[in-house]
């Protein structure tokens, strides 16, 4: 694996931090060390998990000539909010087809993400219904794009295909390292599990470093055994493109939907509990839609004994609080 060799833009100029969560810790009974990184604080407005992604996704779409970018997410997308940032950032134009999940949540002059859509100079934004299918709704706006005289790069939800969960492999790389120079030995890390291209970035970048160290992804929105099976074939197609020869193994993705709750973007109680603490004893705002309930799984799992014999536990921080100020009301209540 030598992933100087494939193209980035280079968003992402140092390290981000790992840091101590020592009131967590002792919330949780001490006996584990729960410790975080801060990728809520990578470069790009806002910070967040896409701008690891991005850096290759828009390398790939300068060097094929593109002059515009056609994304999609949720009405409340923080993928959709970082591409926007970075299309603003490489003076390229981007439009959003929206997917409305949820009936009805679709607010045109909403707060949170979609606020800041319209802050960053949006093109265009398309809303579709839940369960449409978003490679042929993007495929329309490119097409019309074309039409236009335009060269439009289409970025897959969540920029998650090879491309884009190589920068979390980089990522993997980036933190074996830092535990190296801290001195620090983790026996497991918890990320929140999505679009896929995080988690299978992260266990390809621990398997093409050899580092060992086990992940447990936390589901967002689908069943355990789907949300495995997707991650694991993007697994396999990154461990391709970065160069990991051996295959990997079907149990080294590891998913627990038990946090899901309702369904994507539905309010827990346990995520508005971890949301809570986070803030209250960390001072660090997670998200309702993924971190928090990602959060909400490792507290779970922590007080039901999950990491019994592990001295230290790593949560991958994805980002997302400007979605909290959608969802000020579940909060306030
Ligand atoms: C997209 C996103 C995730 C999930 O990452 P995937 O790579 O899509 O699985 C987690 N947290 C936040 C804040 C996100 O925006």
Redesign the pocket.
Known sequence: MNLARLPRRGYVDAPTPIEPLFHLSELLGGRVNFWMKRDDLLPGCAG???TR?LDYSFADAIAGGADTIVTCGAVQS??CRLTLAWAVKEKMDCHLVLEERVKGSYKPDGSGNNFLFHLMGVKSITVVPGGSAMAQEMQKVADRLVDEGRTPYIIPG?A?NSIGATGYVACAQETVQQLYEKKLVIDHIVV????????AGMVVGMEGTSANIPISGIN?SRRRELQEKIVHELVAATAERVGVARPIAAEKVRCFDEYVGEGYSLPTESMIEAVKIMASTEAILM?P???GKAMAGMIDLARTGYFDGCANVLFLH???SPALYAYTPTFMS
């Open positions: 967040g998990n896409k992604k923080n993928h969540g998650s929140p599990s999505g679009s896929a291209g995080t988690h967002v998200d839609v993924y971190s994805t980002g997302g």
